[in-house]
């Protein structure tokens, strides 16, 4: 039983004939769809890195807008931080100048009440004085028995008693 190699044997004819045809597809398909598939593919490549450069643009464009955002955020709190200063000084002005009107008002009504009183005082000498002097009249009338006339009496206890006054 000899059995002959012929489904293996290697036809060199062939084998060129097969890559010839292997090349001019190659050759074929390179010239009818490489280009057009490259500029299919270049087109894809400039789009994601166009879409890219929007993208890196924005996210520019929002960390500047944040930066510019945290700068009036910034102002902002230093502002209303110098309003409620500003404020403060002005309600604490406003409480002194309260506090210096109620101060001079009650030194005023203080003043007015020791006034009033030196008058009342002052009234009350005078009026204890004529007591004391209409009083000494009669006493002196009922142990004199008219001997003085009752002015020159009068006379003679009010300067006594203006002599005593000084005195205190």
């Not at 084998?15 to 045809?21: C, F, V």
């Not at 994601?48 to 945290?70: G, M, S, Y």
């Not at 008058?119 to 007591?131: D, T, V, Y």
Request: hydrophobic letters at 50%; charged letters at 30%; zero cysteines.
């Amino acid at each position: 039983m000899i059995q002959t190699l012929e489904i293996i044997s290697v036809n060199l004819w062939q084998i060129l004939i097969s890559l010839a045809n292997l090349l001019l597809i190659y050759i074929i398909l390179k010239k009818l769809l490489w280009k057009p598939v490259k500029k299919v593919m270049d087109q894809r490549q400039a789009m994601v890195d166009d879409q890219f450069a929007a993208a890196e643009a924005a996210e520019e464009e929002a960390n500047r807008d944040k930066a510019e955002w945290a700068a009036r955020l910034a102002t902002a709190d230093a502002e209303a931080d110098a309003r409620i200063q500003a404020a403060d000084e002005t309600a604490r002005q406003h409480g002194d100048r309260i506090v210096a009107d109620a101060r001079d008002k009650a030194q005023g009504i203080l003043r007015q009440a020791e006034a009033e009183a030196a008058l009342e005082r002052q009234k009350a000498e005078a009026g204890i004085k004529q007591e004391i002097a209409a009083v000494g009249t009669q006493l002196a009338e009922k142990m004199l028995e008219r001997e003085i006339n009752p002015e020159d009496h009068r006379q003679m206890i009010e300067s006594f008693l203006a002599e005593m006054g000084d005195a205190t």
